[in-house]
């Protein structure tokens, strides 16, 4: 299985931060990585798929990046409603497609 | 529109088996390409994907739990049925039907519905 290595777990953030999440793949996934926000009670949503690519829809401000098996997310000038919890996900070839374990962010 | 609906019981106990049904619509299973999935998420943890199904057929599951899971196309066209035997407390979980329009090389979940919580408890 491909596990992904996400970090922090959670971040203190404040509002007009530049907040950054990572995902370390343990094995080469290419650009195999999407990413989700999650809202308390709610499902998630896909905000970036294929590593840098932004859903439709999603604000400008959030983005994602690759450098080998890094997968980097990037939120500039955090917004009150972007308080909720992030995930990567991977979909190499084979299954299954793991979640990496999440990063909450709470407002300091 | 996409929309996708979980149903099925909120309470089974252990060792019983779990059925629950995703209604979808705004797609059809048979377009090539289009999958309906399941993930789980425990409280408080990382979303688990479970399974996934393609219309022409093919089926994916999670290695380790392959043997508890069956996935299938209901009798309406616009159903997904998961099964789950000998269900555990560890199985409690909220549960989601997801859509993949991509497959079966690219797997993104752009839709999902609200999900339904099951308890395993005695």
């Known amino acids: 299985d491909i596990q992904m290595t996400q970090s922090p777990s959670s971040l203190s953030v404040s509002v007009g931060d530049r907040v950054t999440i990572t995902c370390q793949a343990s094995?080469?996934?290419?650009?195999?990585v999407n990413w989700y926000q999650q809202k308390p009670g709610k499902a998630p949503e896909l905000l970036i798929y294929d590593a840098s690519r932004l859903q439709l829809g999603v604000p400008s401000r959030f983005s994602g990046s690759r450098s080998g098996t890094y997968f980097t997310f990037t939120i500039s000038n955090l917004q009150p409603e972007d308080i909720a919890t992030y995930y990567c996900?991977?979909?190499?070839?084979?299954?299954?497609?793991?979640f990496g374990q999440g990063t909450k962010l709470e407002i300091k | 529109q996409i929309t996708l609906r979980e149903s099925g019981p909120t309470l089974v106990k252990p060792t019983q088996t779990l059925t629950l049904t995703c209604t979808f619509s705004?797609?059809?299973?048979?377009?090539?390409?289009?999958?309906v999935g399941w993930i789980r998420q425990p409280p408080g943890k990382a979303p688990e994907w479970l399974a996934l199904i393609y219309g022409n057929g093919n089926k994916r599951y999670r290695p380790s739990l392959r043997g508890r899971l069956t996935i299938a196309r209901a009798t309406s066209t616009n159903q997904v049925v998961l099964t789950m035997t000998n269900m555990d407390p560890v199985d409690t979980a909220t549960y989601y039907c997801v859509h993949n329009e991509r497959g079966p090389t690219v797997v993104i979940w752009e839709y999902w519905g609200q999900g339904t919580l099951v308890t395993v408890s005695s």
């Open positions: 705004g797609f059809s299973l048979s377009t090539n390409g289009v999958g």
């Open positions: 996900q991977q979909y190499d070839n084979l299954p299954p497609y793991n």
């Open positions: 094995q080469d996934i290419s650009n195999y």
